[in-house]
């Protein structure tokens, strides 16, 4: 799922714990978190990475520099066997026109998601043959003016 402060990692996070404990499921769903390379503080804090300032990016629904709940994040995606991306400008915008192109209209942000989970499945880390979800947030629609830069179109 796209990760800027973590509430969509930690909300999942406590709602999977809570379903596990009801009894619900019979295990927690692994949580990977996808940040833009140019500002993932949670990410880069996950993978064992220095931080670095923080650059512009085409995901900037997720660029918080500075997040609050990092531990946290970091604690439920080991917890639940996840872990975190760090993805390319390129990475991001080529997932984000790939969806479109697909009739699935999302923000750059949101495509990090998909992004992501191609570099999981190429890496081994989530199997072809495994049931996996997705976590697609926001709309295109507030984003046509970024499509047109992607497409070096005039808006």
Same mark, same amino acid.
């Given at each position: 799922?796209?990760?800027? /402060? ?9 709602? @999977? ?7 619900? =499921? *019979?295990?927690?769903?692994?949580? @990977? ?7 993932? #503080? ?11 300032? %923080?650059?512009? +990016? ?5 660029? =918080?520099?500075? #997040?609050?709940? +990092?531990?946290?994040? =970091? ?14 400008? %390129?990475? =991001? ?17 949101? /495509?990090? /998601?998909? *992004? *992501? @989970?191609?570099?999981?499945?190429? %890496? ?7 049931? !996996? ?5 926001? !709309? ?7 499509? /047109? ?7």
């Amino acid at each position: 799922m796209p990760c800027g /402060a973590g509430s969509n990692v930690l909300g999942c996070a406590i709602g @999977f714990a809570e379903l596990l404990r009801a009894g619900q =499921i *019979a295990k927690l769903p692994r949580i @990977f978190a996808a940040q833009p390379a140019n500002c993932a #503080p949670i990410a880069r804090a996950t993978l064992d990475l220095d931080p670095v300032e %923080a650059l512009p +990016t085409i995901a900037e629904g997720t660029s =918080i520099a500075q #997040p609050l709940r +990092t531990t946290e994040c =970091i604690k439920a995606m080991r917890e639940s066997g996840g872990g975190a991306v760090m993805l390319t400008e %390129a990475e =991001i915008a080529d997932a984000a026109l790939t969806l479109a192109r697909r009739g699935v209209y999302v923000e750059p942000t949101c /495509a990090q /998601a998909a *992004a *992501a @989970f191609g570099k999981l499945l190429a %890496a081994r880390k989530i199997a072809a043959n495994e049931t !996996t979800v997705v976590v697609l947030t926001g !709309t295109g629609l507030k984003s046509t003016p970024r499509y /047109a830069e992607m497409l070096g179109v005039s808006a």
